[in-house]
């Protein structure tokens, strides 16, 4: 059974300022997605950027980049130059790769890190 | 907003009572999901229909009773429920076959007495 593991319940970071959120994981697997969802107080998780896991490169969209290093089954997210408009709970995510067109959705999730931003 | 719409957004009841949760998504999307989102545990997938046909069924009790009339339309029944399953429930829909990004509504918080 694969296992996501956030071990910062809470972080703070002052705006402009760059901060990186952990993200550990186990399974046997050998290809899937890692995925970080953001959930501010409107409760709606909202996608923040995706791994495949068979690609070496680590994924960037914008301000958010993510390092990927498959052998320690580690997944950390950066922010960089954070805004007041981060505030909101951070959710690591597994999917295996099979799950993608049979019973895709099962999404693993790890239990969240709080993130404040303070201006 | 993501396309998704979830009513109603906060619900209060009883063990007796028998209440709905409605998600509608605007998105094309051929699957959508059902996810419990408890205090202090992670997110659960709980059911998936993929072209309204259930796919998965996550040991979920039967007190709860999804129906997915057609593609765009997802319904959680809810019937003689415990105070452990006061949550926020989430819909969130994808197209299967394409990609694998799911696209999440609010939710509706539920709280039962």
């Known amino acids: 059974a694969q296992t996501v593991t956030q071990s910062q319940p809470e972080m703070s970071v002052q705006e402009a300022e760059t901060v990186t959120l952990s993200c550990t994981y186990d399974t046997s697997e050998n290809n899937y997605y890692l995925f970080w969802y953001k959930q501010p107080p409107s409760r709606q998780m909202i996608l923040v950027i995706r791994q495949e896991a068979y690609k070496q490169q680590n994924a960037t969209e914008n301000r958010f980049s993510v390092n990927f290093q498959k052998a320690a089954k580690s997944f950390s997210l950066k922010i960089s130059d954070s805004q007041l408009g981060d505030t909101a709970m951070y959710f690591c995510?597994?999917?295996?790769?099979?799950?993608?067109?049979?019973?895709?959705?099962?999404?693993?999730f790890g239990k969240g890190t709080k993130l404040s931003v303070k201006p | 907003e993501t396309g998704v719409t979830q009513t109603p957004r906060h619900l209060v009841m009883g063990m007796t009572n028998k209440k709905s949760l409605k998600c509608e998504q605007h998105l094309g999307h051929n699957a959508m999901y059902w996810y419990k989102q408890s205090a202090k545990k992670p997110l659960e997938l709980m059911f998936v229909y993929s072209l309204e046909e259930r796919v998965e069924n996550n040991s979920v009790p039967s007190r709860f009773s999804p129906e997915c009339p057609n593609s765009s339309h997802l319904f959680l029944h809810l019937h003689t429920l415990q105070p452990e399953d006061s949550a926020l429930y989430l819909c969130?829909?994808?197209?299967?076959?394409?990609?694998?990004?799911?696209?999440f509504g609010s939710g509706t918080q539920l709280s039962v007495l």
């Open positions: 995510a597994f999917m295996k790769h099979g799950d993608y067109g049979g019973s895709q959705g099962n999404l693993i």
């Open positions: 969130a829909s994808s197209r299967r076959g394409v990609n694998e990004k799911l696209f």
